[in-house]
C-alpha cells in the first residue's frame, strides 16, 4: 500500500526499498523506547513517582519523560511500516465530468476524477461550494456551515434525470423485483455514492470495497415528493448496490457540483460514475494492514 508520512510514500510488497526499510527498522537507532509505566510497590515511600524508564545518554542515565503523542504516534508508524505486510486492494472508480458548456458543443470541460471513497451530489456538495464562493472558514463542515448560515443561502433541490446500473452480492444484475425504475427523474435532495462504509449513510447494502460494488443511497426532496404519481423513491428514500450510474441535469443551464473523496468539483450538468479501468481490469489502491481482511 501507499502509507503517506509527510512527503514519503511507502509501497506495498516485497521489494528492495521496503526490505531495506524493514531492515533499518529493527537496527539500534538514537530514538528513544517506549517503556511501559513502572508502578509503585507497597514498600516505596508515599508521594512516590512512577519511572517511566530511562536511557544512556553522555552524561549518564537519563530518565525519560511520560510517553508525549508525539513519541506514541511515531511508534505506531514504525510498527505499521515493519509489521502491516498483508495487502489488501480497494478498488478504484471513476467520475466523468461534463461542465456546461460540453453540451453547449465545445470540448473544454470534459475531465475524469479517480477516487477510492465516496462520491456525493446534492444538499452537501452544494452547502461546500457555498462555503468556498463567499470565503467562509475552511475548517467548518458542511453541517455547520449549514447551521450558521441558513438564512443566506438558499438550496433548490435539483431536478435530476439518474440512470442506476444494479446488480447484486453474487455481481450478477439485480432482478426486476422492485417498483422503482433503473432510469428515474425527479428532484433530489442527495445522492451518495459509497465505495466504504460513510458516517451518516448507515444501514441498507453496506458494499464491499475489495469487490467492486458500490452502494447508492438517494434521497428525494419534499418537492419530488408531492409530484403528481406520488414518490419516486417509494418512501423518499432508497438504497442500492450498484456497479455505476449517471446523474444529469434536466435543465441543463442549471448546474450543480460533486464532491469526490471529499474535493469539490464543479459546476456540472452531467456526472457518469463507474470502474476505474486500466488494460481491461479495474485499479486498486493497496491498503496495507496486518491481518487479512474478509468482509
Excluded at 511507502?10 to 531495506?20: K, L, S, V, Y
Excluded at 511508534?75 to 480497494?90: C, H, K, S, V, W
Excluded at 448546474?255 to 479501468?277: N, Q, R, T
Aim: charged fraction near 20%; aromatic fraction near 10%.
Amino acid at each position: 500500500g501507499i502509507s503517506g508520512f509527510g512527503s514519503t510514500a511507502i509501497p506495498a510488497g516485497n521489494n528492495a526499498f521496503t526490505q531495506e526499510l524493514r531492515n533499518k527498522m529493527h537496527r539500534p537507532t538514537n530514538a528513544l523506547p517506549l517503556t511501559p509505566i513502572q508502578p509503585p510497590t507497597p514498600t516505596q515511600p508515599s508521594g512516590y513517582t512512577p519511572s517511566y524508564g530511562s536511557f544512556i545518554g553522555s552524561f549518564g542515565k537519563v530518565p525519560m519523560k511520560p510517553p508525549s503523542p508525539g513519541m506514541i504516534l511515531r511508534t505506531e508508524l514504525q510498527n505499521y511500516f515493519r509489521d502491516a505486510a498483508q495487502m489488501n486492494g480497494i478498488k478504484v472508480f471513476q467520475a466523468e465530468c461534463w461542465g456546461p458548456d460540453t453540451l453547449a458543443g465545445t470540448q473544454n470541460s470534459y475531465y475524469t476524477i479517480p477516487f477510492c471513497l465516496y462520491a456525493m451530489m446534492g444538499e452537501e456538495s452544494f452547502t461546500k461550494a457555498f462555503q468556498f464562493a463567499n470565503g467562509l472558514p475552511k475548517d467548518l463542515n458542511w453541517k455547520e456551515v449549514r447551521t450558521q448560515y441558513l438564512k443566506q443561502m438558499k438550496f433548490v433541490p435539483p431536478n435530476w434525470t439518474v440512470v442506476l446500473d444494479k446488480t447484486t452480492k453474487s455481481g450478477l444484475p439485480t432482478p426486476k423485483l422492485d417498483l422503482i425504475d433503473d432510469r428515474m427523474e425527479t428532484s433530489f435532495q442527495k445522492i451518495v455514492v459509497s465505495n466504504l462504509p460513510h458516517a451518516g449513510v448507515g444501514g441498507g447494502v453496506a458494499p464491499n470495497p475489495f469487490e467492486g460494488n458500490l452502494e447508492a443511497y438517494l434521497v428525494e426532496s419534499e418537492e419530488g415528493k408531492k409530484k403528481k404519481g406520488g414518490k419516486t423513491l417509494g418512501r423518499g428514500e432508497a438504497r442500492y448496490l450498484i456497479n455505476g450510474l449517471s446523474v444529469e441535469s434536466v435543465d441543463r443551464k442549471k448546474a450543480f457540483h460533486i464532491l469526490l473523496d471529499g474535493i469539490l468539483y464543479g459546476p456540472l450538468v452531467k456526472v457518469k460514475i463507474g470502474p476505474c479501468m486500466f488494460n481491461q481490469q479495474q485499479i486498486t489502491f493497496p491498503v496495507m494492514t496486518y491481518f487479512p481482511l474478509d468482509i
